[in-house]
C-alpha cells in the first residue's frame, strides 16, 4: 500500500515524472538537506514529489534495487516506494520507509539517517529497534557528472 496518497500528491510543492529529473530532484533534496547526495541510488525513477510544509519527499522507482556500498561494504535495499522527512536545518532524514540494510545476515529496517553536528565527517543511520551505525560521509557521495561546452574557434 502506497504512503503517497491523492492527497499528498495534491499538496505537492514539487512533482516530477521521469528518470533523469527525479535522480537530479533526489540528489538536490539531499544536498539542501545537508546529506550526502548518494544516499538514495535509485533506477527507474518514476515519479518523486516534495511538499515543503512539512518536508516530506517520495521516490517511486519501477521495482525494488539492491545496492552496495563499496567504501563501506554494505548491502541496501531500495523499496518501489522510498518516502522520508527531510529537516533542512538539522542535516536529517527522520521516518523513512522503504530502506532497509543488510547487517550480519538480517535485514534491518532504516528509519533515520543524520550528519554529526557539529560536521565531523560522520553519519549514523538508525533503526527502529534502536541499533544504528555511523560512517564516513565521504562514503556516501557521488560525484557529479560534468558537462562540458565546445566553443567553436
Known sequence: ??????????????????????KAKSKFFLSEGGLPN?????????????VE??????????KKREHKFETVGRLVRYDNE??????????????????????????LTVSEITLDDPPSGKITFKSPTGLFR???????EVEEE??????EV
Open 1 to 22: 500500500m502506497s504512503l503517497v496518497t491523492d492527497e499528498i500528491r495534491a499538496s505537492a510543492t514539487e512533482l516530477y515524472h521521469g528518470d533523469k529529473i527525479c
Open 38 to 50: 548518494g544516499l538514495l541510488p535509485l533506477e527507474d525513477i518514476e515519479e518523486c514529489g516534495y
Open 53 to 62: 510544509d512539512t518536508g516530506f519527499v517520495w521516490l517511486k522507482q519501477k
Open 82 to 107: 522510498v518516502t522520508a522527512y527531510v529537516e533542512k536545518d538539522k542535516n536529517k532524514i527522520k521516518k523513512l520507509t522503504g530502506v532497509k540494510a543488510k547487517e550480519m545476515m538480517m535485514w
Open 134 to 140: 555511523t560512517f564516513p560521509t565521504s562514503a556516501f
Open 146 to 151: 560534468k558537462t562540458f561546452e565546445v566553443k
